[in-house]
């Protein structure tokens, strides 16, 4: 069985790395977050009455 030269495995190898890549960059840029939906500011105050 004939073995791979270097510069076939570095071939090989760009093309699997320019693949993951794609598919990272892909991945990244189709990813839509979920947006929370604003309930308003409900920020509940207390009233102290202090007593000295």
């Known amino acids: ?3 791979m030269s270097p510069l ?5 190898y760009a093309f699997f790395f320019l ?3 794609l598919f990272v960059v892909m991945s ?3 990813f839509t977050p979920k947006m929370k939906e ?5 920020y509940e ?8």
């Not at 076939?8 to 090989?12: G, R, T, Y």
């Not at 604003?38 to 409900?42: A, H, N, P, R, T």
């Not at 105050?45 to 000295?52: I, L």
């Open 19 to 21: 693949t993951f890549m």
């Open 38 to 42: 604003q309930e308003g500011l409900k």
């Open 8 to 12: 076939l495995w570095l071939n090989l």
């Open 45 to 52: 105050t207390h009233q102290m009455n202090w007593k000295w």
């Open 1 to 3: 069985m004939p073995q």
């Open 28 to 30: 990244y840029f189709t």
